[in-house]
């Protein structure tokens, strides 16, 4: 499990420099959209997360606000979500009333958040929960669920998905 994980997350100082929106472009392999803020970096110092706005400068609704840009971390999860992980916690979910309290909860976070966001209309954003998903006990993308996890440290699904992600010392993927 990584140590010291978590960020703290805070809607202060939402400002992007254009060498993390470079970066944060070489790390996705395209111009990223409503980027407003990097909530979590590597030890390297790489962006891991950033914070995107709820609606898009053309008007279009964007409901996954936390989004991993670390490109170990999305191989990682893509991994894992290869392997079956998404349905083994869908299971989980369907099974254990606690986990699925405490997925409830992130969502209601999740929500909460995205509302509180410089943009958000809500004409323009459903109540959708992570990942725009609407049932919310079913699982979709476990990248949304890991980085809504790093930014804030309350996602259940999140949480698992890191234990199973060994930390890499000195990677520099970013920087090459």
Request: charged fraction near 25%; include cysteine.
């Amino acid at each position: 499990m990584f140590p010291n994980f978590i960020s703290s997350f805070s809607f202060e100082n939402m400002k992007i420099s254009r060498v993390d929106v470079k970066l944060i472009e070489k790390q996705l392999g395209r111009n990223p959209r409503g980027v407003l803020k990097v909530l979590k970096r590597c030890g390297e110092g790489y962006p891991q997360v950033i914070l995107s706005s709820p609606v898009l400068e053309d008007g279009t609704p964007f409901p996954t606000i936390f989004w991993l840009t670390c490109p170990f971390l999305i191989k990682e999860v893509s991994r894992l979500e290869g392997k079956g992980l998404i349905k083994h916690l869908q299971s989980r979910i369907k099974e254990d009333g606690s986990f699925r309290l405490e997925l409830n909860e992130a969502h209601d976070d999740y929500r909460g958040k995205r509302a509180e966001l410089p943009g958000f209309r809500k004409d323009k954003c459903d109540d959708t929960g992570i990942a725009g998903i609407s049932n919310l006990n079913n699982l979709k993308c476990l990248h949304a669920y890991f980085a809504h996890y790093l930014a804030t440290g309350l996602n259940p699904v999140g949480k698992l998905v890191g234990s199973y992600i060994e930390e890499v010392d000195g990677c520099d993927e970013c920087g090459r």
